[in-house]
C-alpha cells in the first residue's frame, strides 16, 4: 500500500484505462464523472474514507468512471495485494466495501428501472401518433 497527494484539478484516475489499483480517501475530496456523447457527467463526490476503482481491481476491466481531485487530496493506494491484506487486517473496511458496493448497486437498478420506464412511455407516445 502507498501513499499519494493529488493537487486540486489533477486527475486520479482516467475512465477506460486499465488499472489494477482502487483508492481510499484519507484527505480531501474527489468528483468521479464519466464522458458521454463529449458531455461530462458528475456521478458522486467521494470524500474522507471513500473508495474508488475497486471495479478494475476485483475484475480486471477497465476503468468505468474518471476521478478528480476537487481540492488537495491525499489517496491511499491499493493493489490486490494489499487490498487482501487490509480486508485480513481490517474486517470492517470490507463490511464498508460490501456496503458501499451494495448502495451502488441497489442505485443503479433504480436508474435503469427509471430510464427503462421512460423509454416505455416514449415508445407509446410515438406509437399512438
Do not use: W
Not at 74 to 102: C, G, N, Q
Request: with cysteine; aromatic share 6%.
Amino acid at each position: 500500500m502507498k501513499i499519494k497527494h493529488y493537487k486540486k484539478g489533477e486527475l486520479i484516475c482516467q475512465e477506460e484505462t486499465l488499472g489494477g489499483e482502487m483508492y481510499v480517501i484519507i484527505s480531501g475530496k474527489a468528483l468521479v464523472y464519466k464522458m458521454i456523447d463529449g458531455n461530462r457527467i458528475n456521478l458522486a463526490h467521494e470524500e474522507d474514507g471513500d473508495f474508488f476503482g475497486e471495479i478494475s481491481l476485483l475484475i480486471n476491466c477497465p476503468r468505468t468512471a474518471s476521478v478528480e481531485a476537487v481540492e488537495d487530496t491525499e489517496v491511499m493506494v491499493l493493489s490486490k495485494t494489499s487490498f487482501i491484506d487490509k480486508v485480513i487486517s481490517d474486517p470492517r473496511f470490507a463490511l464498508k466495501m460490501a456496503t458501499t458496493m451494495a448502495r451502488r448497486l441497489e442505485e443503479a437498478h433504480r436508474t435503469i428501472s427509471r430510464l427503462e420506464g421512460e423509454r416505455k412511455s416514449l415508445e407509446m407516445l410515438y406509437q399512438t401518433k
